[in-house]
């Protein structure tokens, strides 16, 4: 299959035709499309599993609505865009006004052979989203289909239903996680990087143990499903936004699928042991003391942490190893996943001023969305300049500095100045909140 053939599908089928004629229909209407497969009868395929998928239930009914003019126009844009996403508020927009309650899209990103399916369920009243799934195969034939349809009906009907509680089960939860091999590469202000500062330099080699890290950034969902009710903890402990039981979001809007943000290191790092704990994970970190006295260490225990900054960086240049220290293959680009930030970023050109939910740019070659723009994310490692001396699985400075490392920019950074991969931020002490400060995590 080839990744810039594109073919859009929408399964239009008749719902109960006794409900419609006695005017007592109830349930919202669906369509569902999906973008991205060459083979026109996989595509129909799919359409058709993720359609009878998503109505088992009950939940839905398929619309009768003509979408041909519709499908021209997504197509269009679509192709226009280089293989860029679909604007979901306007695809929300034009549902809402054709009555349609609810829009599945799915795209499917194919990069070699490997097939990146990435699903969204969009509430066309709101444009909020209901859930979202992923699932990555490598080569997919006719008796595929079924399983990847669904594999994703799980994750889009639970998502939206299961966000808003703790649950014992990563599922529940919704942390998707990235596996990435280790290696050895070249971090730093490498050749590709525009505009680099003297804290980007120099360049140095750095081997990785394999590790995984998150898909997305952490959303607003996740943060009240681990951070609501944890012990000692207040509006303004836990990050002074969506946690004031409706009230004030602060800056940016409430949304469960939008990154949290506003809150300080020694927030996000008692979340990765919060979230442990649920799953059944030993903490990572020892926390002691209170307030910006707090001292956190490595426990070395196999819980859920924040990337490291080597980890964070060798994840964002897509890079490929084979879980030992020979060179790994990376993407040698600007950004993660591109080097046009529109693709990949929400950034100062093209947010509008505010942040957006997780998983709606492009993302790099190892399926990782949003390591650019949209919030910067807070790293595990203390500040410090770099040397040109070659290290394995570091951790960044054990003294000299006050401050935690940020990376990747957000949404009122310029490209290619502030958001290109190799950006740091290293002046920011492990109290500080900002409103546009989040995180993603990792596993060793």
Known sequence: ????????????????????????????????????????????????????????????????????????????????????????????????????????????????????????????KD????????????????????????????????????????SAKNGDLNIELVRVEGGTFTMGCTAEQPNCDAIEKPTHNVTLSSFSIGKYEITQAQWKAVMTGV????????????????????????????????????????????????????????????????????????????????????????????GSASNAVCENLQYSGSNDPNEVAWCKENSSATTHPVGQRKPNALGIYDMNGNVREWVYDWSGNYSNVAATNPTGPVSGSSNRVLRGGHIERVPPQWIHISSRYIYNAPSYRYNLNGFRVALP
């Open 1 to 124: 299959m080839k990744k810039n053939m594109i073919f859009l599908c929408a399964l239009l089928l008749v719902g109960a035709a006794s409900m419609m004629a006695a005017g007592a229909q109830t349930k919202p209407t669906l369509a569902v499309f999906v973008v991205g497969i060459s083979d026109n009868t996989l595509a129909t395929t799919l359409t058709t599993a993720l359609g009878t998928n998503l109505t088992s239930g009950g939940r839905y009914v398929l619309t009768t609505v003509n979408t041909s003019g519709k499908l021209a126009e997504l197509k269009a844009a679509y192709t226009a865009g280089g293989g860029g996403s679909i604007d979901r508020n306007a695809l929300a927009v034009w549902g809402h006004k054709e009555g349609i309650g609810a829009i599945c899209l799915v795209v499917d990103d194919v990069k070699s052979n490997d097939h990146l399916f990435s699903a969204q369920l969009i509430d066309t």
């Open 127 to 166: 444009s909020k989203l209901d859930g979202h799934g992923s699932y990555t195969r490598t080569s997919v034939a006719a008796g595929d289909v079924a399983r990847v349809a669904l594999a994703l009906a799980k994750q889009l009907e639970g998502a939206g239903r299961k966000h808003a509680t703790a």
């Open 231 to 322: 012990a000692g903890t207040t509006a303004t402990d836990v990050g002074e936004i969506y946690y004031r039981k409706g009230a004030n979001c602060g800056n940016m809007p409430c949304d469960d699928q939008r990154p949290a943000e506003n809150m300080d290191w020694f927030e996000a790092v008692t979340f990765c042991n919060e979230l442990s704990k649920k799953l059944g994970l030993e903490a990572a970190y020892d926390i002691t003391g209170t307030g910006t006295s707090k001292t956190v260490a490595l426990t070395g225990k196999k819980g859920y942490r924040l990337p490291t900054e080597a980890e964070w960086e060798y994840a964002a240049r897509g890079c490929k190893g084979d």
